[in-house]
């Protein structure tokens, strides 16, 4: 079966690093995604890996290792509004997404 | 310029009722997808289109139809609705299918609840 896994929920302090872990095992694998949702609203794009290694973008980064099946997203620089749920997600062999049930991001003063 | 909208924003409908749920993008994107959110769970596909004229089915298909009968419009019709499709429900476009970038883009949802 395909299966992406995700902590359920993550702590972290205003203006510390936050390192959110994602692996999975999916049938075929065409690139990695990272989606930020805030409660009651739609997911927003982050990042897509689809090599192994760094991406940055700005305060988050995103890490693949395809031989591991694992990814990370990294927030730097902390701010309250980030404060949200983050979501990963791996395009399969038929190229559609296989979503990871998300991270929920608690930020503390 | 709107993206996505999705009608309506909430809806309470009686278990056995027929109900629409109409997404709609202006950005003339290819490929069209109907998600549901459920607490606890990620998003799980109901369908999905790749282009105008042609439907898929998705992990959780059951309960649901679509159409596309043309590029902006994919609705998604409950034929009899059951308490188990209480859901959040989200419509979202690429504009490609296939490799490559093609970040999904989501409309802002709609809350159903079936008693």
């Known amino acids: 079966g395909q299966n992406i896994d995700q902590p359920t929920e993550m702590t972290a302090t205003e203006g510390a690093i936050v390192q959110i872990n994602c692996t999975y095992q999916t049938s075929g694998f065409n690139g990695l995604f990272w989606y930020q949702q805030h409660a009651g609203e739609a997911p927003t794009f982050l990042s897509y890996?689809?090599l192994d290694g760094l991406e940055e973008k700005g305060r988050f980064s995103s890490f693949l290792s395809r031989s591991k099946g694992y990814s990370y997203l990294l927030l730097k620089e902390l701010q309250m509004k980030d404060s949200a749920s983050y979501l990963c997600a791996v395009r399969d062999s038929n190229y559609q997404l296989i979503w990871g049930a998300g991270t929920k991001l608690i930020i503390k003063p | 310029i709107a993206g996505i909208t999705q009608a309506p924003t909430s809806q309470i409908l009686a278990a056995g009722r027929r109900m629409t749920l109409r997404c709609t993008q202006d950005m003339r994107h290819n490929a069209m997808y109907w998600y549901r959110q459920d607490l606890g769970l990620g998003l799980r596909l109901i369908h999905y289109?790749?282009?105008?004229?042609?439907?898929g089915k998705g992990e959780v298909p059951d309960g649901y139809s679509v159409s596309r009968a043309n590029t902006d419009d994919f609705p998604l019709t409950l034929a009899s609705a059951v308490p188990s499709q209480t859901s959040v429900y989200f419509c979202?476009?690429?504009?490609?299918?296939?490799?490559?970038?093609?970040?999904?883009?989501f409309g802002p949802g709609t809350r159903l609840t079936v008693l």
């Open positions: 890996n689809v």
């Open positions: 979202a476009s690429s504009e490609d299918p296939g490799t490559g970038y093609n970040e999904q883009f």
């Open positions: 289109s790749n282009t105008a004229g042609t439907t």
